[in-house]
Each structure stands twice: as C-alpha cells, then as structure tokens.
C-alpha cells in the first residue's frame, strides 16, 4: 500500500507560481511512474506532467513550459508551476502507478486555484 499526500496549493494570482508538493509513504521511485492529474469542475481529470522510474518527463498539452516535473532521492514529488492562468484553476492530484503490477494509487488532491 502506497499512500501520497499532496501540499503546497492555495490562490494565485494570474501570472504566478506555485510549487505543489506531493509525499509518497515509501521510496517507491524505483518501481512507480509518478503523474500529476488535475480536475476541473465539470471536466475530466486530465494528465498534467509524468515522470517515469526511469527519469523520463512528459506532459499535457500545451503544459510544457510553464509546469516542471521533479522528484529527489527521496519520496517527493513536485510540481513547479509558473505563469498560471485562470484555466489552471482545478484540484491537482498525485499519482503513482506501477504497470507490472498493476497497482495505482492517488493522493487526496489540492486545490489551486488562480484569480486576481
């Protein structure tokens, strides 16, 4: 059992940034893929940024740029986040999935929230 907690969202006004932090239980790194997700209200949860066990990034459309994926040798996650917009208000989720065994886990979310 695998459990994340996520921290480090709040307001924010259009063009700042924020970092969110996400602690997972155990250094599962070696074994898990680890995402950010974020839901909108009435919207889809969607990927935001990935980061494999193998250190390979990626993310969500038209993301790359502002948001920045990171991970230390420890157990945390985060989210570096810059030039927010409106659009980027939504509650933001960690992630951890382990494809060999078929195990996902998810945090309990934070909300962002990006208004003037």
């Known amino acids: 059992q695998v459990q994340l907690v996520e921290s480090g969202g709040g307001l924010a006004q259009p063009g700042g940034s924020l970092r969110l932090s996400c602690r997972a239980s155990n250094n599962i790194f070696n074994l898990y893929d680890m995402a950010w997700y974020r839901q909108a209200p009435g919207k889809q949860r969607e990927m935001v940024a990935a980061i494999t066990k193998e250190g390979n990034t990626k993310y969500g459309d038209s993301l790359e740029g502002r948001f920045s994926i990171s991970r230390d040798n420890g157990n945390m996650i985060y989210l570096h986040m810059d030039n927010l917009k409106p659009e980027d208000t939504a509650v933001y989720y960690c992630?951890?999935?382990?494809?060999?065994?078929?195990?996902?886990?998810w945090g309990q979310g934070t909300q962002v929230t990006v208004s003037s």
């Open positions: 992630n951890a999935k382990w494809s060999l065994m078929g195990s996902v886990y």
